[in-house]
């Protein structure tokens, strides 16, 4: 739903907006003075190689830059590897609810998608995972930690699936909330890096970086030749040169962005607790949002939410149209949400 929609419907003008997991602190100051500096020429064509950035990030993820591959978002990287690695009739394995592009991409890539339901307790089902991907499917889309749920893989679970994993399948994990996990939650491409099987791993600059409208993410995989072919299946210029630069400049001041991730933690907890205490148990979350049931139908409680001036996502994926994603904003909205959620949901 577009700004002014919202505004339009809700005759609010100050909006909590905490439908799509933005970065409520915005980006580090660094970015925005590196775009201010007079270094980015929007008439002149960007790097088609993004080499500084690729090369910005070999060196801070102990990588050759040749196996990294940066998009306009991680989405379309998604969408690279669909149209890379797939052909009609291939098998797909992800879980349900899932980030809707896991499906959609295979799909429009003429695969079936096998989707594993998340547990009663709104966790990852390990044997059931580990069971499909054993079977050989040739892609596995798995994000950890996980949107829309929250959770994220331990290092043994981590290490399980992997361990399943048989030649001929790519194993793609979804790492857009890194920067959110808890300090023991495992690093996907160390994880990976010495497992012998073929891996992509993914992660963006929209999330804990804040640089969510200028749209840069990237693949680390686990040898050249996949880079080579997510980069032949992905559209030239991609990235452009005002999100280049933000990405760089976004890297080297990582202490912004730390300071930010904890900030957001703390308020995700202060969230959960509130819920807890109206009977609205929230999924165990390593992101930056908070996924639950409101144990009626969730568009209705969006819907009134918005009337309160709060955007919210409503999940309509089938078996899970009562469950809403909430973004953790600013305190201030925070306190908004719990409020008109205290009067539409447990009054």
């Given at each position: ?8 419907l ?42 500084a950035?690729?090369?910005a990030l ?17 989405e ?10 797939l ?38 089902d ?27 893989l ?107 991730v ?28 908070l996924?639950f ?18 955007i ?36």
């Amino acid at each position: 739903m577009s700004l002014a929609r919202a505004r339009l419907l809700s005759g609010h003008d100050d909006l909590a907006r905490l439908a799509s997991n933005e970065n409520p602190d915005g980006c580090a100051p660094a970015v925005l003075a590196a775009l201010a500096n007079g270094g980015f020429e929007p008439w002149r064509y960007a790097d088609p190689a993004c080499t500084a950035l690729r090369e910005a990030l070999a060196a801070r993820l102990g990588v050759d830059a040749g196996v990294i591959v940066a998009g306009n978002g991680s989405e379309e990287m998604i969408a690279a590897i669909s149209r890379g690695v797939l052909v009609a009739g291939s098998q797909v394995v992800t879980v349900v609810p899932s980030f809707g592009l896991h499906e959609i991409e295979p799909l429009a890539a003429g695969a079936s998608v096998l989707k594993v339901p998340m547990t009663v307790d709104a966790g990852f089902d390990l044997a059931a995972l580990e069971a499909a991907i054993a079977a050989g499917p040739r892609v596995v889309f798995l994000s950890s930690p996980w949107n829309p749920v929250g959770p994220a893989l331990d290092k043994s679970a981590l290490q399980r699936l992997i361990a399943a994993v048989r030649p001929g399948t790519l194993f793609v994990l979804d790492e857009a909330y890194f920067e959110y996990a808890d300090a023991d939650a495992p690093d996907g491409i160390e994880s990976l890096r010495n497992s012998g099987i073929a891996f992509v791993v993914l992660r963006t600059f929209s999330k804990a970086y804040g640089l969510a409208g200028l749209r840069v993410g990237y693949a680390v995989c686990s040898d050249p030749e996949i880079a080579r072919v997510i980069t032949a299946a992905k559209t030239p210029f991609n990235v452009n040169g005002a999100a280049q630069i933000a990405a760089v400049a976004a890297l080297e001041d990582e202490a912004w962005m730390t300071a930010s991730v904890a900030r957001i933690r703390s308020e995700r907890d202060r969230v959960a607790l509130a819920l807890a205490g109206m009977g609205l148990h929230a999924a165990a979350s390593q992101t930056n949002f908070l996924f639950f049931d409101t144990r009626h139908d969730s568009s209705i409680v969006a819907a009134a939410l918005l009337q309160d001036g709060i955007i919210v996502k409503a999940w309509r994926e089938l078996g899970y149209e009562t469950w809403l994603r909430v973004t953790i904003g600013k305190p201030a909205d925070n306190d908004r949400l719990i409020a008109s959620l205290q009067k539409q949901v447990a009054g």
